[in-house]
């Protein structure tokens, strides 16, 4: 078991719940009431900072129901939060731009995280060949 210590910027909010057995992704909740018209930008904020488990990282993505339920798209498409990304006020958020007119009312559950552990060390060496057949480009295997 990992311990996340988390600060709740946002008294309101339900607490975050690991659920057994579903998944293991958590959900996030919208941490105030937000109105977009069709076509707008909003950072949501998610109302929590954390301090990552040492050598991790978080990835937040929608949920699957979040476009129907509210119009809105996530477009970094998936959140990276840094493990330095762990000060008091470091409040995680959603970048979403809304597709329709749409009401987001605080504590609806818009996206969902779970953490990672960071990729090893990468060190890049340039080559003149890889030594290796193409495989051929993007769709070359067909369609069906
Ligand atoms: O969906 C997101 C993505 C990022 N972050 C926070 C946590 C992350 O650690 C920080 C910076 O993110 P990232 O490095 O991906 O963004 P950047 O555009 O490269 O900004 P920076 O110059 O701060 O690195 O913003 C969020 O709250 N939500």
């Not at 057995?21 to 105030?32: F, N």
């Not at 929608?62 to 998936?78: A, C, V």
């Not at 995680?92 to 731009?97: C, D, H, N, Q, V």
Request: charge should be negative; hydrophobic fraction near 35%.
């Amino acid at each position: 078991m990992e311990k996340i210590r988390i600060k709740y910027l946002c008294e309101d909010i339900e607490r975050l719940k690991y659920i057994d057995g579903k998944s293991d992704w958590i959900d996030l909740r919208a941490a105030e009431d937000v109105e977009m018209k069709a076509g707008e930008f909003r950072l949501i904020p998610l109302g929590i900072a954390m301090e990552l488990p040492r050598g991790y990282e978080a990835h937040v993505i929608p949920r699957s129901s979040t476009y129907k339920n509210f119009g809105i798209l996530q477009t970094n498409s998936m959140g990276l939060i840094d493990e330095s990304y762990c000060g008091d006020n470091d409040q995680w958020y959603m970048p979403a731009l809304a597709m329709r007119d749409t009401v987001i009312r605080k504590n609806d559950r818009i996206c969902q995280f779970r953490i990672m552990k960071h990729q090893p060390q990468l060190e890049f060496e340039a080559v003149d060949t890889l030594g290796h057949e193409d495989r051929g480009g993007l769709g070359s295997t067909g369609k069906q």
